[in-house]
C-alpha cells in the first residue's frame, strides 16, 4: 500500500477516503439510532435523478446531484413528520421515481458517455483533486452542525417527545439531519456508489453501537470503523485489481458478519 502512494489518484483516493469515513462515522451513527435507514437509502437512491438532471442541463455533476438529493431529502422530512403511518410507502416511491428518472434523462440526452458503473458502484480511483476541496468544504459543514446542535440531536435521537417537551426544535432538527444525509451521499458517491452508500451508512455504527455507550463515542468507533474498511478495502483493490467501492463495501460486511456470528455464540455460551 506504501509503494502505491506514490500516484496520485491513490493519495486523492485515500484523502478522499479519510473524509468520507468521518462523515459516515457522525451521521450514520444519527441515522442508525434515530431509525431512519429506510429513509437515508431514499435519499441516496433518490440522487440518481440529479446525475441525469447534471448531463441534461449541462452542470457539474455534484451540483446536480447536491440539488436533487436535498431536494428528495426534504420531501421525504416533511411527508415523514405528516404522516409517519405511510412515510415508508412515499419514500419508496421517491426512491423508485428519482432513479427512474435519472435513467430516462440519460437516455434522452443524445451522445452521453459516461460510466454508469463508476456512479452506481463507486470509483474512489477517479476522484480529482478539486472534488477533494469540494468534499472538504461539505465534511466541515456538516462536523460544524453536530457540534453545535450535538446536545439537541442526543435529545431527538433518543427520546423524541421528551424532547419536545423540553423545547427542542425536533423538527427543525428532522429536517436538517436529512439535508446533512444528503450532503453525506454527495461526498461518498464517488467512494462507494450510489447503490453501496446505505451500507458505509449502517455497518460501521451497527458495530460499534454494541460496544459503545454514549452517542459521541459511537460517533467516533463508526468513523474509525469507516476508516479501517476504506483503506482496508482501497488495498485489496490494488492489490488484486477489484472494483474500490465494492470491495470496501465487501471488507465491512465480512466484518459485519464475523461480528453477528460472535454475538450468537455469546448467546449460546450463555444460555448454557
Same mark, same amino acid.
Given at each position: ?47 440518481? &435523478?440529479? =446525475?441525469? @438532471?447534471?448531463?441534461?442541463?449541462? #452542470?457539474?455533476?455534484?451540483?446536480? %446531484?447536491?440539488?436533487?438529493? *436535498? $431536494? ?106 436529512? &439535508?446533512? =444525509?444528503? @450532503?453525506?451521499?454527495?461526498?461518498? #458517491?464517488?467512494?462507494?456508489?450510489? %447503490?453501496?452508500?446505505?451500507? *458505509? $451508512? ?71
Amino acid at each position: 500500500m506504501i509503494e502505491a502512494l506514490q500516484f496520485e489518484f491513490m493519495r486523492n483516493a485515500l484523502i478522499a477516503g479519510i473524509m468520507a469515513s468521518i462523515i459516515c462515522g457522525i451521521i450514520g451513527t444519527l441515522v442508525v439510532v434515530n431509525r431512519i435507514v429506510f429513509l437515508a437509502g431514499g435519499i441516496a437512491h433518490a440522487a440518481y &435523478g440529479g =446525475i441525469g @438532471l447534471a448531463f441534461i442541463l449541462e #452542470i457539474p455533476y455534484l451540483v446536480g %446531484i447536491f440539488g436533487f438529493s *436535498l $431536494l428528495a431529502a426534504f420531501i421525504m422530512a416533511g411527508v415523514t413528520l405528516k404522516s409517519k403511518d405511510r412515510s415508508d410507502t412515499f419514500i419508496g416511491v421517491i426512491w423508485a421515481v428519482g432513479m427512474a428518472l435519472g435513467v430516462l434523462l440519460l437516455d434522452i440526452k443524445e451522445g452521453y458517455n459516461i460510466d454508469l458503473m463508476s456512479y452506481l458502484f463507486g470509483s474512489i480511483l477517479t476522484v480529482p483533486r478539486n472534488e477533494l476541496w469540494a468534499m472538504f468544504l461539505l465534511a466541515i459543514c456538516i462536523f460544524a452542525a453536530v457540534i453545535y446542535f450535538y446536545y439537541d440531536l442526543l435529545a431527538m435521537s433518543y427520546d423524541n417527545e421528551f424532547a419536545k417537551l423540553r423545547g427542542v426544535p425536533v423538527n427543525f432538527l428532522h429536517f436538517m439531519l436529512n &439535508g446533512m =444525509i444528503a @450532503l453525506s451521499v454527495v461526498m461518498v #458517491i464517488r467512494m462507494v456508489g450510489l %447503490i453501496l452508500i446505505i451500507a *458505509l $451508512l449502517t455497518i460501521p455504527p451497527y458495530i460499534a453501537e454494541k460496544y459503545t455507550g454514549s452517542l459521541s463515542t459511537m460517533m467516533v468507533v463508526s468513523a474509525l470503523l469507516s476508516l479501517l474498511f476504506t483503506i482496508s478495502g482501497l488495498w485489496l483493490s490494488y492489490s488484486i485489481n477489484l472494483t474500490s467501492g465494492a470491495t470496501i463495501i465487501m471488507v465491512a460486511a465480512a466484518v459485519f458478519f464475523v461480528s453477528r456470528i460472535v454475538d450468537w455464540i455469546q448467546i449460546i455460551v450463555n444460555t448454557k
